[in-house]
């Protein structure tokens, strides 16, 4: 996995890399003292994994991941635990390792990177052939070996529930064995937004927006911290 790190501190950039001079399989590209540089790297070149510090000037962790479009896995590392539960919220968070970390702890982290990555990748195979899209805004899923035909803007919310998917209709319900990544990538980018990580709601048939979350029919749905921006931007406000 190729990975690079980004810690303020030199001293715990030379630590993680000592670390993971332990485990054959990573391969670190590049180290970074601030998010900004980093930033700059990910906009040209691709990683499988990345060691992110919490707290840095200007810029912290969490501001760094919210710039990313596609993030890679992301392990924190910190000497503060009081974010983990906050950390969970982002969807390409893996783990949350607190300082000083030893090998043990580390190579689980890094074991459950690479776990989530083959799960991924499996089942975004598994389930490729269960979601097709036509022409125009029709959507075909593939229940019970029948390819039943959904008009995309009566879609008003997805919702992940372990390795299905529930498609909520204006008319009906479909439960779908597949991903939300799966079906993120069918739908358009205009009406439909993933809001957290088990959630994608189409954003015109948003009816309230409370604090963190929004009303959709009769859902109210949670509206996730990384994610709340652009759903801020879709919305036309006075």
Not at 8 to 37: G, K, W
């Amino acid at each position: 996995m190729n990975c690079i790190i980004i810690d303020d501190e030199a001293t715990a950039r030379a630590i993680i890399a000592q670390l993971c001079s332990n485990i054959s399989s990573l391969n670190v590209l590049e180290e970074f003292p601030n998010a900004i540089q980093a930033i700059k790297y990910l906009n040209q070149n691709d990683v499988d994994l990345i060691f992110l510090d919490i707290h840095m000037p200007d810029f912290t962790g969490f501001d760094f991941i919210q710039t990313l479009k596609n993030p890679p896995k992301i392990i924190l590392t910190t000497s503060d635990s009081q974010f983990a539960i906050e950390a969970f919220e982002y969807d390409c968070i893996v783990d949350y390792l607190v300082k000083p970390i030893t090998l043990p702890r580390f190579e689980k982290a890094v074991l459950k990177a690479k776990s989530t990555a083959i799960e991924a990748i499996s089942t975004e195979m598994s389930s490729s052939k269960n979601i097709e899209i036509s022409s125009g805004n029709d959507l075909y899923v593939n229940i019970d070996r029948r390819l039943i035909k959904i008009n995309i803007p009566s879609i008003y919310l997805i919702e992940a529930k372990g390795d299905y998917i529930n498609v909520k209709t204006e008319d009906k319900n479909y439960t779908v064995h597949s991903t939300l990544k799966k079906i993120e990538d069918k739908l358009p980018n205009d009406l439909f937004l993933k809001v957290h990580r088990s959630y994608i709601i189409n954003t015109k048939k948003i009816i309230d927006i409370e604090d963190n979350s929004v009303l959709i029919k009769k859902d109210v749905i949670p509206v996730s911290r990384s994610n709340r921006p652009e759903l801020m931007k879709r919305l036309n406000l006075l």
